[in-house]
């Protein structure tokens, strides 16, 4: 069995990164920018924001971290992004999620100039990427399918399960699978059977938030089982998908930690550099 190294694949995923902001900078004179707007003070975000700016340092981009109390008004949210939206140093623009309940995800999401949205969570940027257009993809997703590119490139008529239809992770999960021409069934809590859904597949991609609910015998041999899910359990962290079943069987599986994880940082990055790329055009 293949066990796909995510660390691996994000620290290299950031080398090429390095060497194209060092081009972007010789050829434009600046660098992208990445501004990310931090709202109270929930321990995991607090960490998430931290390492997205280590990393995004350490390829050269410029970040920016903005902190608001949790009492911060959404207008004044609003209105700084509004000015981050006009700012030509900002290539890229993330508000961390989750928000207090007093502010609109929603509105906040929409507030951000698609062409800055380096989560891909604007309506504008997930109508393209369904359309085939290009686009901001969620970092998640993205990350999934460049570990699964490394194991196969030549998606084209595979069976893809993806359990799971949230907006950050399923549905633009199944989006990529489908331009690379799988055929890919998107399951949820109401698919009547799970187990034989994916048997059917070639490819899992498992983001539910249930421990370890992708047994070894729903998973086809050599199939590539990608796990997003992130656990806390009194085992500590595990995944959506059972380890050390699924691994007997499937051709390549990320593990959790150090699987999908640190792709997505990376992919943070690559959006942050996309976005910069396609405003200098
Ligand atoms: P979410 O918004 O809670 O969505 C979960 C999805 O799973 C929903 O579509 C739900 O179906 C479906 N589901 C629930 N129970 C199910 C069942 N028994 N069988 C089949 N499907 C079921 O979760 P999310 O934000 O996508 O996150 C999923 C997991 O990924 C979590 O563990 C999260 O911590 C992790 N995550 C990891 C990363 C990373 O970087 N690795 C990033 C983001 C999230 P319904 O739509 O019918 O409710």
Redesign the pocket.
């Known amino acids: 069995m293949i066990l796909i190294d995510g660390k691996k694949a994000a620290a290299e995923l950031r080398a090429e990164l390095k060497e194209e902001v060092a081009e972007l900078k010789s050829k434009h004179n600046k660098v992208p920018g990445l501004t990310v707007i931090l709202i109270g003070d929930l321990t995991p975000s607090q960490i998430y924001v931290r390492n997205k700016e280590k990393s995004a340092n350490e390829v050269g981009l410029k970040s920016e971290v903005i902190k608001y109390p949790d009492s911060i008004e959404e207008k004044t949210v609003l209105e700084k992004i509004q000015e981050l939206n006009s700012d030509e140093n900002v290539s890229g623009i993330l508000v961390q999620l989750p928000l207090p309940k007093h502010i609109d995800k929603q509105k906040v999401i929409e507030a951000i100039d698609p062409s800055k949205d380096v989560d891909g969570f604007h309506p504008m940027n997930v109508g393209n990427l369904s359309s085939g257009y290009e686009s901001s993809i969620p970092c998640?997703p993205l990350?999934c399918y460049l570990l699964i590119k490394k194991i196969e490139p030549n998606l084209s008529g595979k069976k893809a399960v993806v359990?799971?239809?949230?907006n950050?992770?399923?549905k633009p999960m199944t989006q990529l699978l489908l331009k690379e021409n799988c055929t890919v069934t998107i399951?949820?809590?109401?698919?009547k059977d799970?187990k034989a859904e994916c048997l059917e597949a070639d490819i899992i991609v498992a983001?539910?938030?249930?421990p370890e609910?992708v047994r070894g015998d729903w998973v086809k041999k050599d199939a590539i089982v990608i796990d997003?899910?992130?656990?806390k359990t009194d085992n500590g962290i595990v995944g959506?998908v059972h380890f050390d079943e699924v691994s007997k069987n499937a051709k390549a599986l990320t593990p959790v930690p150090g699987g999908?994880?640190p792709m997505?940082i990376a992919c943070l990055l690559k959006n942050t550099i996309d976005c910069f790329k396609r405003s200098q055009i």
Do not use: C, M, P, W
Request: glycine share 22%.
């Open positions: 998640t990350g359990v799971g239809r949230s950050l992770n399923g399951t949820h809590s109401k698919t799970l983001a539910v938030g249930i609910l997003v899910g992130i656990n959506d999908v994880g997505t």
